[in-house]
């Protein structure tokens, strides 16, 4: 590999060519090579000078350093002198560009002092333009002068210098008293120098001379991945300029091509800037006045009071005139049950009314944005303001790949002047992997989140002692890439935690069970060993306060720790968070608590009350929307059904979709006498609490003597009562033992909590 990338350095020649290596991959190879002095460390210096002066056009201390190290490493190197050379051009251009020579014209009408004043400010201004010239180029001899510019530069030289020495025999004629002022030949020079100025920047090499402002369809392909997008853009621009070419020769269309545009996608994928991009291309095609964009969401629009969201959207509009008027997570407008005090409604009719409106149609373009599947249900639910977004002007942007986004965030550590080592963007995929967990993905936004953050921890934890040379400043490694959080860290091991639980000792057994064979297919799949296909979607049975749901966390603390879930945090749902009340809308509110928990735990706690054998009962619209996002999301959610025990195995029966995919069953006992002395006074030392003597006693015979309901549940509420009844008893004592729970207190609180259940 790297005597390839040397044979293509060695036959780059010319810096009117894009050398053959990126900045990135020129930073990498010299990282590898730092201490070498060779012909390749030359040129690898002189692609990093070039790739700098292309992001810095102006001084560099940085690209002079590479050109100095360059020449270092290889005496008369063709490229360094070249690069050398087109610095200097360009330094003496910015100096012609920011002279005003309109103002050097010296009319013979002038008076003969005004004159002479004129010539004087023409003078120090000559000066101080030759002092930008690099004297050494000024009188090289031309060899190769295929481009023209080192000859233009020293030929705008020659005509400056020429009226510098015109400029000083005039004025000292005036000393002399002996006026002697060709106003001519002054006009002359000054307009030779003048036009020559802007053919001297057209022979600089492209890469100094690129505005910032790109076509926006270079800016289109610059852009990672979106390869469908971009084709269609491309077609759609064609189809543009086609159009207004054909209005141009007199042909005319009863239906005008809409400006109007729906943009989907998961959040980073590239909406707004695309949007940008399309004003660029409507204002270049003179179809709109200006490549303006107005950027507002639901609370730019939506007022407070009848009469203010229409008034909002109006201006709005009226700012958006000649340009475009983009509207993100669009769909916001129209809310679920949307009441008679929300109004989004309004914001729609009021665009809708604009859109069609004589002062306002066709004046402005409107580009909505957002979420793919809540875009497709807000449309259908506005026929209005769907029919105003044709479907050939729909666009949707994909997540980006692996690749892709490892590429993005290459290219944002370089905007910053950082690159990643080999090892570190491996890393870095492991990273992005654990956030790449649903919908809510930021893409190319959470990648360049994650860069910034890596390079914080960089700066922040590395000392300027370590770092000695400039490329320290610049390397990003596999240490400066922390992926786990502190706290995870310091977390108690899941394991340990299972352990540390009072009784539930064939529950304990189950999920160490369970978690030894997740580990060893992962290990069998990471070498490429034939692994059982893991289920992990479990039901939970038992009586409340059995401890399902801090098993159920704990199980997805574990499963976290085995790789298999990114998260390994746990969403807790009931039938009122997943049903609801009319046709259509139990699916939304199930896929938004199934979003909310992917990468790790979907707790249904009683999830047997989904199912109660009615035909039209909205619990099995939540059922089989949970089936089919199991399906869809299987190596990403874990499902526990938490319940009593026949409940749950009517629940689970009654749809061939859960019976396939709940194989794994965990019962939970009610605890024993013993178990619940224990959790008593475990529950009481962690308030930092202790038992009186005689408490122990009190409570071993009444849990063997009464049917306890609730088992841990109760146990919590007893220990809450009897600290309550504590504090109304040792109140205004004058030396209380604010840390002893007496039997009195214990009897107290045992008659309240029985008589809650």
């Given at each position: 590999m790297?005597t ?6 060695q ?11 990126t900045e ?6 010299l990282?590898?090579?730092l ?5 390749m460390q030359?040129?690898l210096?002189?692609?990093?000078a070039?790739?700098?002066i ?17 020449k270092?490493?290889k ?10 050379e ?28 005004a004159?002479m004043?004129k010539a ?9 333009l ?5 004297q050494?180029?000024?009188?090289k001899?031309?060899v190769d002068?295929?481009?023209?510019r ?5 030929e705008?030289?020659f ?9 000083e ?8 008293r ?10 002359e ?7 020559y ?14 505005t910032e ?22 077609r ?17 269309m ?27 291309i ?19 629009l ?5 009469g203010?969201s ?5 201006n ?10 983009f509207?993100?997570e669009?769909?916001s ?31 402005f ?7 793919p ?20 002007n ?11 986004l490892?590429?993005i965030?290459?290219?944002?550590a ?5 690159f ?5 963007l ?20 959470t990648?360049k989140n994650?860069v910034?953050?890596i390079?914080?921890n ?16 610049m390397?990003l490694?596999?240490?400066?890439i ?8 310091e977390k ?5 935690r299972?352990e540390?639980?009072?009784?539930l000792?064939n ?11 997740v ?8 070498k ?11 039901v ?7 401890g ?15 790789g298999l ?5 746990m969403?807790v ?18 896929k938004?608590?199934i ?17 109660n ?20 999301h299987n190596?990403?959610l874990?499902v526990?059904?938490a ?5 749950m195995?009517?629940?689970v029966?009654?749809n ?5 995919r709940f ?23 962690s308030?930092?609490y ?6 122990e006693?009190f409570?071993?015979?009444r849990?063997?003597?009464?049917d ?14 009897a ?7 040792v109140?205004g004592?004058e030396?209380?033992?604010m840390d002893?729970l ?15 259940i």
């Amino acid at each position: 590999m790297e005597t390839e990338i040397k044979a293509q350095l060695q036959q780059w020649n010319s810096i009117d060519q894009q050398p053959p290596i990126t900045e990135t991959e020129a930073l990498k190879l010299l990282d590898e090579t730092l201490d070498d002095k060779t012909d390749m460390q030359a040129y690898l210096y002189v692609a990093l000078a070039y790739h700098r002066i292309k992001r810095h056009p102006g001084e560099d201390r940085l690209a002079d350093y590479f050109i100095e190290q360059a020449k270092e490493m290889k005496q008369n190197h063709p490229l360094v002198s070249q690069l050398n050379e087109a610095k200097k051009v360009l330094k003496v251009y910015h100096s012609l560009r920011d002279m005003t020579f309109d103002n050097w014209t010296i009319h013979e009408t002038d008076h003969q002092s005004a004159k002479m004043k004129k010539a004087g400010r023409i003078h120090e201004q000559v000066i101080h333009l030759l002092k930008a010239w690099d004297q050494d180029l000024v009188e090289k001899d031309i060899v190769d002068a295929a481009s023209g510019r080192l000859k233009l530069y020293q030929e705008i030289h020659f005509h400056l210098t020429e009226l510098k020495e015109i400029l000083e025999e005039a004025i000292e004629s005036i000393e002399n008293r002996r006026i002697r002022l060709s106003a001519g030949i002054i006009n002359e020079k000054t307009r030779y120098i003048s036009n020559y100025t802007e053919e001297l920047y057209k022979r600089l090499p492209d890469f100094l001379t690129r505005t910032e402002q790109l076509d926006p369809l270079e800016a289109l392909d610059n852009m990672v991945g979106l390869k469908d997008v971009k084709g269609y853009i491309h077609r759609y621009y064609h189809y543009l300029k086609y159009q207004q070419q054909r209005k141009n020769m007199g042909f005319s269309m009863v239906d005008e091509p809409e400006l109007h545009m729906i943009m989907t996608g998961n959040p980073g994928t590239g909406k707004t800037t695309l949007a940008r991009l399309l004003a660029n291309i409507y204002y270049e095609l003179g179809l709109l006045e200006t490549r303006e964009v107005v950027e507002v969401n639901r609370s730019h629009l939506v007022g407070a009071y009848i009469g203010q969201s229409e008034e909002n959207t109006m201006n709005y509009v009226k700012q958006a005139t000649g340009g475009v008027l983009f509207i993100d997570e669009a769909y916001s407008l129209s809310r679920e049950g949307q009441t008679g005090n929300d109004y989004g409604q309004a914001v729609i009719d009021t665009l809708v009314s604009a859109m069609t409106s004589k002062e306002y149609g066709g004046k402005f373009a409107v580009i909505l944005a957002g979420y793919p599947e809540e875009m497709r249900q807000f449309l259908w639910s506005n026929p209005g303001l769907r029919s105003r977004f044709p479907e050939q002007n729909h666009i949707e942007l994909p997540d980006y790949g692996m690749d892709e986004l490892l590429e993005i965030a290459e290219i944002s550590a370089i905007e910053n002047d950082y690159f990643f080592t080999d090892g570190a963007l491996k890393q870095f995929e492991t990273l992005i992997d654990k956030h790449r967990v649903d919908e809510s993905f930021g893409n190319a936004r959470t990648v360049k989140n994650l860069v910034l953050k890596i390079i914080f921890n960089k700066s922040a934890f590395q000392s300027e002692v370590e770092q000695q040379r400039w490329l320290d400043h610049m390397r990003l490694t596999k240490k400066d890439i922390e992926i786990d959080d502190e706290s995870d860290r310091e977390k108690e091991a899941p394991m340990q935690r299972l352990e540390e639980l009072i009784g539930l000792g064939n529950v304990k057994d189950e999920v160490k069970k369970l978690s030894a064979f997740v580990r060893v297919q992962q290990e069998r799949k990471d070498k490429n060993l034939p692994h059982v296909p893991i289920q992990l979607h479990s039901v939970f049975t038992g009586n409340p306060g059995t401890g399902k749901t801090t098993v159920a966390a704990i199980y997805g603390d574990i499963l976290k720790q085995c790789g298999l879930l990114k998260r390994g945090h746990m969403i807790v749902v009931s039938r009122s968070d997943l049903v609801a009340g009319y046709v259509g809308q139990t699916a939304i509110k199930t896929k938004k608590k199934i979003r909310e928990a992917l990468g790790g735990v979907l707790f249904i706690d009683e999830a047997y009350s989904l199912y109660n054998g009615g035909r039209d009962d909205f619990g099995k619209e939540a059922i089989e929307t949970l089936v089919d996002e199991m399906t869809r999301h299987n190596e990403n959610l874990v499902v526990i059904l938490a319940g009593y025990q026949n409940e749950m195995r009517q629940l689970v029966n009654s749809n061939p979709g859960l019976t396939s995919r709940f194989k794994k069953y965990f019962y939970f006992p009610d605890y024993n006498s013993e178990e619940l002395l224990t959790m008593t006074k475990f529950q009481a030392a962690s308030y930092q609490y202790r038992l009186d003597d005689t408490v122990e006693q009190f409570l071993a015979e009444r849990y063997q003597q009464e049917d306890v309901k609730g088992n841990g549940r109760f146990v919590n509420n007893l220990i809450n009562e009897a600290i309550q009844y504590q504090a109304l008893r040792v109140e205004g004592e004058e030396d209380p033992s604010m840390d002893l729970l007496t039997k009195s207190d214990i009897e107290q609180a045992w008659k309240t909590v029985q008589g809650d259940i």
